[in-house]
């Protein structure tokens, strides 16, 4: 009897053995992605020379592996909608503005975006405070309206509440509320261009009357087709000292020049992961999206934000 189970132990060891031989070559090895010029265009279209790039802060612990989407992108009806809905009329002067008797729109060609608005905003009295889960409706409810069929979800970590025109961090006393909405992958939000923009950001005040709506004229549909190894922040560091990287945020405070082609010393201290839709190559991906300082050749410091892919692309 121990001699049969010791046979069929074996038996059953090979047949694992070469199934798993088998899968592995019907399964291929996951490849680097191409290498895509999205990667390294700054903000304002132009590419950095980093020179010497260090990380000091300490990386949040994130999945060691990540999905990759293919995005499929198609034009969206959304402002044609919303002029024949608000009976908007170009304007004479300008061919990038329509406007009614309520609302707005305008596109803006350098951000690529429409911005639809109240034509005149009503103030409010200092007793006036936004229902936020009313609001959250009207937003659900243009979004339901304008996007039947979309993947756009809530920001949640990055609804902002105002108040007379400040920022404030306690809903009890905003008097608006911004709901930015997003594509996720993996629960990581996705970044539509080349700097920090959601893809739809609605504003809903006191009175839950939608204030601004600003949204791109594209929608995007994402399906997930591969998985890849997130690649450590050491590697990504080393990346962008290869000039694999890109500026999408600068500040300077004393509103001095700043160059973004050749920077002398980079310095950075904290680390997210977001996802952002190439263009070029039709996916989403994940990033390392990198908060510091920098200086520039001419000596300029300056606060910077900068994404490198967070997997491996074909430069490294």
């Known amino acids: 009897m121990r001699k049969n189970w010791f046979i069929t132990l074996i038996i059953v060891a090979g047949t694992a053995v070469l199934i798993a031989t088998i899968l592995r070559f019907l399964t291929p090895k996951s490849q680097p992605l191409p290498a895509s010029p999205y990667v390294t265009i700054n903000l304002d279209g132009s590419k950095t020379a980093f020179g010497k790039v260090t990380f000091t802060g300490t990386a949040p612990e994130f999945p060691r592996e990540l999905s990759i989407a293919q995005v499929q992108t198609s034009d969206s009806d959304l402002a044609t909608k919303l002029i024949a809905d608000y009976g908007l009329v170009p304007n004479k002067n300008s061919a990038l503005f329509w406007q009614g008797e309520e609302y707005a729109l305008y596109y803006n060609e350098e951000a690529t975006q429409y911005s639809f608005l109240v034509t005149s905003e009503p103030e409010a009295s200092e007793t006036d405070r936004v229902e936020v889960s009313a609001a959250r409706t009207v937003?659900?409810?243009f979004i339901s309206t304008y996007f039947p069929k979309t993947q756009l979800q809530i920001l949640e970590s990055d609804i902002k509440y105002f108040a007379d025109e400040r920022q404030v961090s306690e809903p009890q006393q905003a008097t608006h509320v911004q709901f930015p909405f997003?594509?996720?992958?993996?629960?990581?939000?996705i970044k539509v261009s080349s700097v920090n923009i959601n893809p739809?950001?609605?504003?809903?005040?006191?009175?839950l009357k939608i204030l601004r709506a600003s949204f791109f004229p594209q929608a995007h549909t994402l399906q997930t087709v591969d998985k890849k190894p997130l690649i450590s922040v050491t590697k990504a560091i080393e990346n962008l000292n290869l000039d694999h990287g890109a500026v999408i945020s600068v500040f300077q405070k004393?509103?001095?020049?700043?160059?973004?082609?050749?920077?002398?010393?980079?310095?950075?201290?904290?680390?997210?992961l977001e996802y952002r839709i190439d263009e070029i190559l039709h996916i989403a991906y994940p990033f390392y999206h990198f908060f510091g300082t920098a200086v520039d050749a001419e000596g300029v410091?300056?606060?910077?934000?900068?994404?490198?892919?967070?997997?491996?692309?074909?430069?490294?």
Do not use: K, R, W
């Open 139 to 141: 937003a659900q409810e």
């Open 182 to 189: 997003t594509y996720q992958v993996d629960n990581f939000p």
């Open 200 to 207: 739809l950001v609605i504003t809903i005040n006191h009175d």
């Open 254 to 272: 004393d509103s001095q020049e700043v160059d973004m082609t050749s920077l002398q010393v980079v310095t950075l201290n904290s680390a997210t």
């Open 301 to 316: 410091s300056f606060e910077i934000e900068v994404v490198t892919p967070a997997v491996a692309s074909t430069p490294q």
